[in-house]
């Protein structure tokens, strides 16, 4: 994470004549809940990933990165449930698959040779159990996200220098193999699969968001959603989420606009820019410099009845922590209830 000063929006030089970025209205929304801090201090939270307990929503579980020191579990109460220490992870996500509820990180304790880490989320216990780690090929992992499929769990690890590697895992043995290698141009970190349209989106933190066909047979070539303009977007552009609705391709995809401590969003239907907003201070504090998001949609309980949003607050004293927040509000707070 690189801390950014607040900035506003400014006029493009062009040749004749000079195009201006509009100014874009940004909606406030306020955190329902928070967790607990992390372990270490500083630059520690990262990532969060949602597990949905349906035949109890209000039971289900968090699953947060201290990059420094591993991962918590937690509860919607926001208190922790279970601390594993996991070493250096970074970006973390999870699915739900025949061999149980799968958690992989994004391993980045040997900053030459990337790995994915590997664990069952027990969701009885809110307890995690080590697999093993499933090598990754050369450099610092960084970003990382799962698409699940009948019969398949793939894991998309984002290299620091923007690579990205597509790996077919093997769950129950902690064991994958690379099967497609894509590539932007500088560092990149956030991604997530919408699993209903096979589409990869991966954030080029100073550039912007980048969508690519997941198949492992298509075309490894990007195709740009959205720049960061200095008005939608702020670099650096961090985590991603995908806030599905319907089985097709409805919804929206979010994005962490860490520059100017916001959050941005695009219709999934067409990509077009949607609006943006910030988490200001309520029954909680609001949030800076966000790293990691995750949103999904459904019932989580009375206070989440739409959907829960989960953002990691970079500004939390004494130490980081991750802000909850009600999707139905910021559904409303933008005009798309």
């Not at 290698?181 to 990869?200: F, H, I, N, P, Y």
């Not at 994005?255 to 401590?261: I, L, R, V």
Request: with cysteine; proline share 5%.
């Amino acid at each position: 994470m690189r801390a950014a000063a607040l900035a506003l929006p400014f006029a493009l030089a062009a040749c004749a004549p000079p195009a201006t970025v509009p100014q874009i209205r940004t909606a406030t929304v306020t955190a329902v809940g928070e967790t607990d801090a992390v372990n270490s201090r500083d630059d520690a939270a990262d990532d969060p990933g949602i597990w949905r307990n349906a035949a109890d929503p209000a039971a289900s579980l968090i699953v947060g990165t201290d990059k420094q020191a591993g991962l918590h579990v937690y509860g919607l109460d926001g208190k922790i449930r279970h601390f594993l220490d996991a070493g250096r992870v970074n970006n973390v996500d999870l699915a739900e698959t025949p061999a149980g509820v799968i958690v992989a990180a994004s391993d980045r304790s040997d900053p030459a040779q990337a790995h994915i880490a590997l664990f069952r989320l027990d969701t009885k216990a809110a307890r995690l159990l080590p697999l093993g780690r499933v090598p990754a090929g050369a450099g610092e992992a960084y970003g990382l996200c799962l698409w699940a499929t009948p019969g398949a769990l793939t894991a998309f690890i984002v290299i620091k220098d923007g690579a990205i590697r597509q790996v077919e895992l093997d769950a129950a043995r902690a064991t994958g193999r690379i099967v497609r290698t894509m590539k932007l141009a500088s560092q990149s970190e956030g991604c997530v699969v919408d699993a209903r349209t096979a589409r990869l989106y991966v954030a080029e933190e100073d550039v912007g968001i980048w969508r690519f066909d997941a198949r492992p047979q298509a075309s490894a070539t990007p195709v740009r959603i959205a720049r960061t303009d200095r008005a939608r977007l702020f670099a650096d552009v961090e985590g991603l989420a995908v806030a599905a609705e319907g089985d097709s391709n409805g919804g929206y995809l979010v994005a962490s606009s860490q520059g100017d401590n916001s959050y941005a969003l695009w219709r999934l239907s067409d990509e077009a820019f949607v609006g943006r907003f910030r988490i200001v201070d309520g029954k909680v504090g609001g949030t800076q410099e966000t790293d990691g998001i995750e949103v999904k949609t459904g019932d989580y309980g009375p206070a989440f009845p739409e959907g829960l949003m989960v953002v990691q607050d970079g500004d939390n004293q004494p130490a980081q922590n991750f802000k909850l927040v009600s999707w139905a509000q910021v559904k409303a707070r933008l005009g798309h209830e």
